[in-house]
């Protein structure tokens, strides 16, 4: 989302008040909110269709379906908010099966009390997120809670798409030889929010990457049809999510971490509160393991994508009966790269 | 990143570990403590070991202070936050330690106890101006590095007339502790740990300087070098003290010049005087009481001192007995020495409190080091 797009999204609303118990309970002011501000925003001939379900029609192909939800606080931050976050990951999580995503529903849970002129920003956000992916929003849901038993605004949304009869793509299909692509930076998400959420402020503003990816996927499985793994390196950062395809596939990974794009002004966050990036969420990057041989053809591919300019070749796969993830450090030595264990913490001094 | 990054440079780093490997006495061996848990975090986290000669050890010691806070401190806060209904702030890696029967901060928090992580002191008495009605008490844990601030947080509370912030103090002392890993009867019973050379606390340092370790560097014999937490500090500073063993010299040298000078900060020195006054005895994770090692609040500042206000009623507080956390916190074990190490003891569900903080020996080595024990060929591999 671009920041004219941004400011679009935040100027869009004129709703005054806020959202009451009468908005969840079936009755007018239940259908004023859907009309006034879901259909208004995210309008399609899906939506059109005023039915309790939406009728997708026939596709020719696999389907692939994915959900996620989204609790996220806050609900704005840098470079994006809880709506557009709500499309980009699950059009990514369909994207990461290789799939072409189609469709959107999205469920909204909604604290009693919450700012109606807020909840149109995130509708308005989450309308543009949807038109850039090319994925609409055909079917959803509203519930109000009581206040004090939700956190604003929650976003379950659900994602279906299509795959290709060809393409076989998972985190067990990644062999010993294969090489480890990432898309672009690591961290930043993770590090805009929590810039946000603790008050830290920094002396440059750093953006949550959240984008989706299925036009840079698209690209990538024109350029080497045989890609064996994507995965987006959402919480956990890129640590977990090879620790998860190496248990998948039983193989081990040796990266380098000066092969590891980072924005300095993250790695300078990270410094300062004693955390690693490699350990930091992304929304809008992803992780692809290939065969040797097509890594400088996917990883061309991804460089001449808009959203893989800096995408880059950070190690490779290995055979390991541990399935451990080790790192050749700037420094030369070597390191076990771990799944943090909870929440990443900060170092006391 | 300046400033950083020249400090973790491949090519100078090659350099230090030839100097090292050159003026090694391969008819000997070095074993050297890293006081402080960021020093064994960055020996870990970039690999450290790889570039050193085989008979260069690093023996990892109790400077983590997440690691030395003892059971009881740890449930007398779960205490605060559970009986007393106040809002608990802590700094984060202590939300996860175990205290007694694993109960931790975080599990508090879980069954309705208002616990917050907070980055420092300033986000402490934010929440309790943001809160004028509940009681917010600030768990300062740390040693020299993090006591000015809790200093500062106290003087500001006093100045505003905070009527409802106070600090439950565990700040913790690094010279004493260092003797008393030499010098206490315990470590006959653990048994003797050889230690040729200390790598010196760094941020510590900066607050206290180098001279306090001029006497125990004299009256125990051992080298002291005050290092950084970069690696190449820890490599220069491993070499000025091969150097020192070498020479027979046991003498405090001083690495970390950028930061580091022989008296410190003086301006924090009198901050912390101001507000703290030694506590004959305080016990620690691992060391058992160490006379003279911690810092309690003065009476001026009573009104603010959560061990005044609050009547803390712990008083069985227990352990688990398999955990070599004792130990391992003194460099007599190894984590791997632990039969907990790796099996009902990780990170992930941690037993002792080596194995929560980042810094603690445990956690780095499961963390960015077990692969040292399954897989001697990967280094090869990987070359």
């Known amino acids: 989302m671009t920041a004219a797009d941004l400011r679009l999204a935040a100027n869009a609303s004129n709703a005054r008040g806020s959202v009451d118990m009468t908005h969840g309970a079936g009755g007018r002011a239940m259908a004023d909110l859907i009309r006034d501000v879901f259909h208004k925003h995210l309008a399609n001939d899906y939506l059109a269709q005023g039915n309790d379900g939406a009728l997708l029609g026939s596709v020719s192909g696999r389907l692939v379906m994915a959900a996620d939800s989204h609790v996220i606080s806050p609900l704005f931050f840098p470079g994006g908010d809880i709506g557009a976050l709500s499309v980009h990951g699950t059009v990514n999580d369909v994207a990461m099966m290789g799939a072409r995503p189609l469709w959107l529903s999205a469920s909204f849970i909604i604290e009693e009390g919450f700012p109606l002129a807020d909840l149109e920003r995130i509708v308005v956000s989450m309308a543009l997120a949807a038109r850039q992916a090319g994925v609409p929003v055909v079917t959803g849901d509203t519930k109000v809670v009581e206040k004090g038993k939700g956190d604003g605004v929650f976003i379950s949304t659900t994602g279906v798409g299509v795959l290709s009869e060809a393409t076989d793509i998972g985190g067990g299909n990644a062999r010993p030889g294969d090489a480890i692509i990432v898309s672009g930076t690591m961290g930043d998400h993770g590090i805009a929010i929590l810039s946000k959420r603790e008050h830290l402020d920094f002396e440059t503003e750093i953006l949550s990457d959240t984008q989706p990816l299925n036009d840079l996927v698209a690209a990538m499985l024109a350029a080497v049809p045989g890609i064996r793994v994507l995965r987006d390196p959402t919480r956990g950062g890129l640590s977990a999510t090879l620790n998860e395809i190496a248990h998948q596939s039983k193989v081990g990974m040796v990266i380098r971490e000066t092969a590891v794009p980072v924005n300095p002004e993250v790695a300078a966050a990270c410094e300062l509160l004693g955390l690693d990036p490699l350990n930091v969420a992304n929304e809008g990057k992803l992780i692809a393991i290939c065969g040797a041989d097509d890594a400088a053809t996917l990883l061309a591919a991804m460089r001449s994508h808009p959203k893989g300019l800096d995408a880059a070749l950070i190690g490779e796969v290995v055979a390991d009966e541990h399935a451990l993830v080790t790192m050749r450090t700037r420094l030369g030595g070597m390191r076990v790269v771990d799944w943090i264990a909870g929440e990443q913490l900060p170092r006391i001094c | ?383």
Request: hydrophobic share 40%.
């Open chain 2, 1 to 383: 990143m300046k400033y950083v990054d020249e400090y973790r440079d491949r090519d100078l780093a090659r350099t230090v570990a030839a100097a090292i490997a050159a003026e090694a006495d391969p008819d000997r061996s070095y074993h050297f403590m890293e006081f402080c848990g960021g020093h064994t975090h960055a020996i870990f986290r970039y690999g450290v070991q790889d570039l050193m000669p085989e008979n260069v050890h690093f023996v990892h010691g109790p400077g983590c202070p997440v690691c030395v806070l003892p059971v009881a401190r740890l449930d007398d806060a779960v205490e605060l936050a559970e009986r007393y209904g106040v809002i608990l702030c802590t700094y984060g890696d202590m939300m996860r330690v175990p205290g007694t029967k694993q109960r931790s901060l975080i599990r508090a928090k879980a069954d309705g106890a208002d616990v917050r992580m907070v980055y420092s002191t300033a986000d402490a008495l934010r929440i309790a101006r943001e809160n004028p009605d509940r009681q917010v008490v600030f768990f300062a844990i740390g040693f020299e590095t993090t006591t000015p601030p809790t200093a500062v947080a106290l003087k500001t509370a006093e100045a505003e007339k905070l009527g409802n912030f106070s600090v439950f103090c565990n700040h913790v002392l690094t010279p004493s502790a260092i003797s008393h890993i030499l010098e206490s009867p315990e470590v006959r019973d653990l048994g003797i740990v050889k230690i040729d050379g200390f790598l010196g606390p760094s941020h510590v340092s900066s607050v206290i300087g180098s001279q306090p370790y001029e006497f125990f560097a004299e009256e125990f014999q051992k080298p002291v070098v005050i290092a950084g937490f970069e690696p190449l500090d820890v490599m220069q500073s491993v070499l000025m003290l091969i150097r020192q063993v070498n020479d027979g010299r046991c003498e405090v040298e001083n690495e970390y010049t950028r930061v580091v000078t022989e008296e410190g900060n003086v301006k924090a020195q009198t901050l912390v005087s101001e507000v703290f006054e030694l506590r004959k005895s305080f016990d620690w994770r691992g060391l058992g009481t160490v006379p003279y090692s911690a810092l309690r609040i003065r009476d001026r500042f009573a009104k603010f001192d959560a061990e005044k206000q609050f009547e803390l009623s712990v008083k069985a507080s227990r352990e688990v007995k398999s955990c070599e956390c004792p130990s391992i916190l003194r460099g007599v074990k190894k984590p791997t020495d632990c039969k907990l190490f790796g099996t009902v003891c990780t990170p992930q569900s941690p037993v002792g409190s080596c194995m929560v903080s980042s810094e603690g020996a445990c956690a780095a080595y499961w963390t960015y080091g077990r692969f040292r024990d399954q897989q001697p060929s990967k280094l090869e591999a990987a070359e």
